[in-house]
T-cell receptor
Framework: GAGVSQSPSNKVTEKGKDVELRCDPISGHTALYWYRQRLGQGLEFLIYFQGNSAPDKSGLPSDRFSAERTGESVSTLTIQRTQQEDSAVYLC????????????FGSGTRLTVV | TQLLEQSPQFLSIQEGENLTVYCNSS?????LQWYRQEPGEGPVLLVT?????EVKKLKRLTFQFGDARKDSSLHITAAQPGDTGLYLCAGAPNTNAGKSTFGDGTTLTVKP
């Protein structure tokens, strides 16, 4: 596609429920990144994919968070047993190969846990 | 761990004024990017600087990469209300693999 697409754009869920966030990167972009942004704050790294493998998962906050990528395309970020502190905007970005020339970001998924 | 410090954190100015935002680190980066983010949107890439000492101009915006590739600045001339937003710098590691390190951002408000 023309840009990075994320869905849903907004998600309200009850505490304790599981959620899945989807990211469709730009076609041909081999690198894919997930970041979290709390209100008024900067970007917190979660996980990075190169192709289908994840060489850096160091930012995942707990074992409730997981992500996968299939076919060097779509990625899904799953949060199990959501907590109120998980409320944030989850941003996905992709790049042609790596970080050197910057990312193209999606518009994000705003997650609210009530 | 590579860290990037941005300053100031908040900036509120009148239309027509000039401003500079700084991005500093003790680490060396292979390149550095500047992004602008508007409410409800993801960050949008403005520029990438690669060479130490490099200066790039984008209309009223001037970006500079430090000689040692550890710091950068963004200067806006004659700011306009449309420049309002969150400005983020990001440093890329010394390998094409890996992820960028982001600063905490500068929130700029330009009042008409």
């Amino acid at each position: 596609g023309a840009g990075v697409s994320q869905s849903p754009s907004n998600k309200v869920t009850e505490k304790g429920k599981d959620v899945e966030l989807r990211c469709d990167p730009i076609s041909g972009h081999t690198a894919l990144y997930w970041y979290r942004q709390r209100l008024g704050q900067g970007l917190e790294f979660l996980i990075y994919f190169q192709g289908n493998s994840a060489p850096d998962k160091s930012g995942l906050p707990s074992d409730r968070f997981s992500a996968e990528r299939t076919g060097e395309s779509v990625s899904t970020l799953t949060i199990q047993r959501t907590q109120q502190e998980d409320s944030a905007v989850y941003l996905c970005a992709s790049s042609f190969s790596g970080a050197s020339y910057g990312y193209t970001f999606g518009s994000g998924t705003r997650l609210t846990v009530v | 761990t590579q860290l990037l410090e941005q300053s100031p954190q908040f900036l509120s100015i009148q239309e027509g004024e000039n401003l500079t935002v700084y991005c500093n680190s003790s680490s060396v980066f292979s390149s550095l990017q500047w992004y602008r983010q508007e409410p409800g949107e993801g960050p949008v890439l403005l520029v990438t600087v690669v060479t130490g000492g490099e200066v790039k101009k984008l209309k009223r915006l001037t970006f500079q990469f430090g000689d040692a590739r550890k710091d950068s600045s963004l200067h806006i001339t004659a700011a306009q209300p449309g420049d309002t937003g969150l400005y983020l710098c990001a440093g890329a590691p010394n390998t094409n693999a890996g992820k960028s390190t982001f600063g905490d951002g500068t929130t700029l408000t330009v009042k008409p």
